[in-house]
């Protein structure tokens, strides 16, 4: 079993940026996702990375905006977000999927672990 622990949300303006960060008890083998869920909506796929790190996939409202990023050394796994927008709003969720391949998921079925998640508001 994998625990994993999302940190690093806040209150932030809109335009402006944060951090998250992941913490795993392992990500070996383990390619890393990030969702999250706004108030009266599903689950939604941010963004992923292969095992290995070389591989990423983000939700068309997140390229060129969020990059995703992990350390196998250290077991985390982080979330970069700039120019945030009040849509940002939500619980973001950190999800392990074991998959060692450069294929990658958005299905939240297919991620084995999940965190508690991390509230990030946007909002000026």
């Known amino acids: 079993q994998v625990q994993v622990v999302e940190s690093g949300g806040g209150l932030v303006q809109p335009g402006g940026s944060l951090r998250l960060s992941c913490a795993a008890s392992?990500?070996?083998?383990?390619?890393m996702g990030w969702f999250r869920q706004a108030p009266g909506k599903e689950r939604e796929f941010v963004a992923a990375?292969?095992?290995?790190?070389?591989?990423?996939y983000y939700t068309d409202s997140a390229k060129g905006r969020f990059a995703i990023s992990r350390d196998n050394a250290k077991n985390t796994v982080s979330l970069q977000m700039n120019s945030l927008k009040p849509e940002d709003t939500a619980v973001y969720y950190c999800?392990?999927?074991?998959?060692?391949?450069?294929?990658?998921?958005?299905?939240?079925?297919?991620?084995?672990?999940w965190g508690q998640g991390t509230q990030v508001t946007v909002s000026s």
């Open positions: 990375v292969s095992w290995n790190g070389v591989n990423t």
């Open positions: 392992t990500l070996r083998g383990y390619a």
């Open positions: 999800a392990a999927d074991y998959r060692a391949s450069p294929i990658l998921t958005t299905d939240a079925k297919d991620y084995e672990y």
